[in-house]
C-alpha cells in the first residue's frame, strides 16, 4: 500500500469497517523517541494491509499519517490492538487522538488469567496453536548489529506487521466470548479499555523534575550516609565493606556474636543478613538499627536522587513513567522506567525526594487528590459493619473509634499509644496480620497481641464474619472478586501446604478489598480525564500512585477544578452499603507540599 491510490482505496474500506486491528511498526520501544515506520491494518482474519512511512522526510512522514487520519479518529470505529497504549502514544506525536471504542487484546488476557504472560506471542501459541515470526528474525538480538525496523525494506516489514494485526484480532475473537462468559466483558469495556487512552496522555504529559534540587539533595544523603559509616565502624571496631553481606555476617556474628537463635544461613552458607533479620536484633544492637538506615539510605540515593535526573527526556525536559495495566494480580497500576510508585513516603528523607517534582512553570502549580483510608472504608463496607460504617458517616477518625473499642475506654480517653496501635491493627486486618506479626509491628508481647486481635472481633464481629466468609467462598470457587467482577485466582486455597495455603488465605481476604480499590481510582480517572477535556482546561493529570492523582493546574483553574475532582473521586464508585470515600486535595509548589 505504497501509492496515494491504493492507500486512498484502502482508508474507504476501512471507513466502511466497525471494528479493526491495527499496529504501528517503529524504530524502537521508546515512546518520546521512537518513530513511525509503518502502519497495519486487519478486519477479516487472514487478510492484512501494510502501509510503509516515509523515513527520510517528516513532513512526508506526518502528511502520510494526516491520510489515515479519518479512520484513527472516527467515533464509530472499535480499534483492536496487542498493547494499544503504545500505539495511542506513537502517534500523539503525529498530533493523532485514536477516538472510538478500544480492544485491548492484552488487557482482556490479563482479566482472563492475570497471573499468566500476556505477551502476543505466548497468546498466539496459547489460544490459537500458532507461532508468529519473532521480531528478532527481522532485526537480531540486541547488540551492535541490532537494526530497526527502518533498516529493512517495506517488503521485508510487511508480512511481520500484518501478521500482528491478523493474529490480534483472532485473539480478540477469542477473547470476547472467554469474557462474556465469566461476565468480565464489562469491566474491559468499562474500566480497563477506556483507562488505556488515560494513562497514554498521562505518559505523553511526563512531569518536570527539578534536577538541581535533587543534586543538592544528593549530596545531603550522602552526608548522612559517610556519618553513619562512621558509626557503623565504631560499633564494629574496625572498618570493613558494609555492602558485603558476607563480611557483615562474619562482623556481626563471628566477631560481635549477636543474634544467638536469631542466627540463620543462606542457601550458600553464608550468614542471612536481610532486613528481617537485623530489625530482630536492632533492639539491642545499635549496630544493627545503623546498618538499616544505612542501606535505606543508599538505596534512596541511587535509586531516586542520582537516578532521576539521568532520566529526564532530552525532547522536553520531563521524566515519562510506564504505567503497567497488566502486571499485578490484584489490579492495581505499576510503573516503570522510573517506578514512580515507590517513591517513600514513611521516612522524612523519602518524602524530601517529593519535593524535586515541580509544575511545568510558574504560572502552574501541583495539585494532589488522595482518598483517605479507602481500603478500610471498602472493607467496612463490604463486612456491613454498623460501628465502622457509623464512624465513616459521620466522619470520626476511625483509628480513635476503633481505640475506643478495643481498649474500652470512652472516645475523649484515647491516647496517641493507643490510636497508633489501633490504626496498626485496622490496616493489619486487611493483610491478615497474625498476633505474632501485629506484635513485631508495634512493639509489644505476644500475649497482648492476641488479646488486641481478640478482643477487635469481640468488637466488630462483622468483620470477623466478612474474613471467613471471604476465605470459604474462595475455597469453593478457588478465586475472590472485586465489586466490578475482577477475579483473582487462588489456586492454592486448598492446598495441604499450611504455609501456602494461609497465603492464599490472607489473599482471599485481601484481593476483594485492594482490587476495588484500584477498580475505583482508574473509574475516577477516567472520568475526570473526560471532563477536562470536554471543559477545555489547560489542568493536567500527570501521576497516579495508589490511591493519589497528582495534577500540574495552571494557577487559575485550581479553585474551579478542585471541587469538581473531589466529587468525580468521591462518586467514581458507590459502595453497596454506602461508606463515603472521602478525598483530600492539596495544592503547592512542589509534590510534597500538595502532598
Known sequence: MDTPELRAELLKFLLLQTEVSFDTETTGLDTMTARLVGLSFCWLPGEAYYVPVPQADDAAAQALVDEFRPFLEAKGI??????????????????????????????????????????????????????????????????????????????????????????????????????????????????????????????????????????????????YITELEGQIYQEAGEEFNIGSPKQLGEILFDKMDLGGKKIKKTK??????????????????????????????????STYVEALPQLVCELDGRVHTSFNQAVTATGRLSSTNPNLQNIPIRTEKGREIRKAFVPRDANHVLLAADYSQVELRIMADFAGDKTMIEAFRLGQDIHTSTASKVFKVPLSEVDGEMRRKAKTVNFGIIYGISAFGLAQRIGIGRKEAVDIIETYFEEFPSVKQYMDESINRARELEYAETLLGRRRYLRDINSRNATLRGYTERNAI?????????????????NIHEWLREEKLGTRMILQVHDELVFDAPREEVAYITPKIKELMATALLLPHGVPLEVEVGTGENWLQAH
Open 78 to 223: 472499535t480499534k483492536v490492538g496487542q498493547n494499544i497504549k503504545y500505539d495511542l502514544t506513537i502517534l500523539k506525536h503525529y498530533g493523532v487522538e485514536i477516538r472510538g471504542p478500544l480492544f485491548d487484546t492484552m488487557l482482556a488476557h490479563y482479566l482472563l488469567e492475570p497471573d499468566m504472560r500476556h505477551g502476543m506471542d505466548v497468546l498466539a501459541e496459547t489460544y490459537l496453536h500458532y507461532s508468529p515470526v519473532p521480531i528478532t528474525a527481522l532485526i537480531g538480538l540486541k547488540g551492535k548489529n541490532q537494526k530497526t525496523m527502518a533498516d529493512l525494506p517495506p517488503a521485508e516489514v510487511s508480512d511481520y506487521a500484518c501478521e500482528d494485526a491478523d493474529v490480534t484480532l483472532q485473539l480478540k475473537h477469542v477473547f470476547e466470548p472467554l469474557l462474556k462468559e465469566v461476565g468480565l466483558l464489562d469491566l474491559l469495556n468499562e474500566v480497563e479499555n477506556p483507562l488505556v487512552p488515560v494513562l497514554a496522555a498521562i505518559e505523553y504529559e511526563g512531569v518536570q523534575i527539578d534536577s538541581e534540587a535533587m543534586g543538592e539533595y544528593s549530596a545531603e544523603l550522602q552526608g
Open 268 to 301: 550458600t552458607g553464608q550468614y542471612a543478613t536481610g532486613e528481617e533479620i537485623l530489625s530482630q536484633l536492632a533492639g539491642d544492637a545499635p549496630i544493627a538499627g545503623l546498618i538499616l538506615e544505612y542501606r535505606q539510605l543508599s538505596k534512596l540515593r
Open 510 to 526: 485481601n484481593a476483594p478489598i485492594q482490587g476495588t480499590a484500584a477498580d475505583i481510582i482508574k473509574k475516577a480517572m477516567i
